[in-house]
């Protein structure tokens, strides 16, 4: 599998780069692919944001001497891979998956889950999801047209 390079950056652990880090990745997906259509651009803005955010504030605990490193890459002329690595501890990414298989939110408003509902999304607009063994390293897959 011949893997085409879209973006690569070592990003300070501020909320504040999000936004740039984001702009950065679609702009450099879409002068290499061409312009994507709107849902795709949502699905990535919406995971982008989701997993930058865990990384900065969950991983790295907003200290910016920490950096998260970011880098995007393109297979097969539709297989979109993400790879996002912060410099935390880490987390268990299996027994968050399993306890919320056993305990899904609750649908009501007022009773919206907010551990793990990042991740839940992510998984909801990826086709794959990937995390390592110490649970700062994520790998996600997203077929793009």
Do not use: W
Request: aromatic share 4%.
């Amino acid at each position: 599998m011949k893997s085409l390079k879209v973006y690569s950056n070592l990003v300070p652990s501020s909320i504040n780069n999000i936004g740039i880090v984001v702009d950065g990745l679609l702009n450099s997906l879409q002068n290499i692919c061409g312009q994507l259509n709107d849902t795709t651009l949502f699905d990535l803005k919406v995971i982008l944001n989701e997993l930058l955010i865990n990384a900065i504030l969950h991983g790295n605990s907003e200290n910016e001497n920490k950096t998260v490193r970011i880098s995007a890459d393109i297979a097969d002329k539709s297989e979109l891979y993400i790879i996002i690595e912060d410099e935390g501890c880490g987390y268990d990414y299996t027994r968050l998956c399993s306890e919320q298989a056993l305990h899904p939110c609750d649908t009501e408003p007022d009773n919206v889950c907010e551990c793990g509902r990042g991740i839940r999304i992510v998984r909801s607009l990826c086709d794959q999801v990937k995390v390592n063994t110490k649970g700062n390293k994520i790998v996600i897959m997203k077929h793009i047209e």
